[in-house]
């Protein structure tokens, strides 16, 4: 059975950090490129980063650009967000999506609530 479970969420005031993790299991993490997405209240979900499958490339939104550091750990299936200098923009929740290019293959977790406090 394949499951993301988002960890990390929570409350914090702005300018502060918070890392979310993804663990994953029910299929072979190393094989599939993992991003994490937002959805705020009333708008689309968005990408915000996303991490090949090695961790050899990343990429990030131009809005957590310098702020928000995507990373990988294959050996824990685990995927993390490092947020950083937190703004009142970035609450939402966040997802954890795991794809695997060429086969149509995609996952997403249940996602976990980042608040900011001005």
């Known amino acids: 059975q394949v499951q993301l479970v988002e960890s990390g969420g929570g409350l914090v005031q702005s300018g502060g950090s918070l890392r979310l993790s993804c663990a994953a299991s029910?299929?072979?993490?190393?094989?599939?490129?993992m991003s994490w997405y937002r959805q705020a209240t009333g708008k689309e979900r968005e990408l915000v980063a996303s991490?090949?499958?090695?961790?050899?490339?990343?990429i990030h939104s131009d809005s957590v650009k310098g702020r928000f550091t995507i990373s990988r750990d294959n050996a824990k299936n685990t995927v993390y967000l490092q947020m950083n200098s937190l703004k009142p923009e970035d609450p939402a929740v966040y997802y954890c999506r795991a794809r695997r290019a060429g086969l149509g293959l995609a996952y997403w977790g249940q996602g976990t609530q980042v608040t900011v406090s001005s």
């Open positions: 029910g299929f072979t993490f190393g094989n599939y490129a």
């Open positions: 991490i090949s499958s090695f961790g050899v490339s990343t």
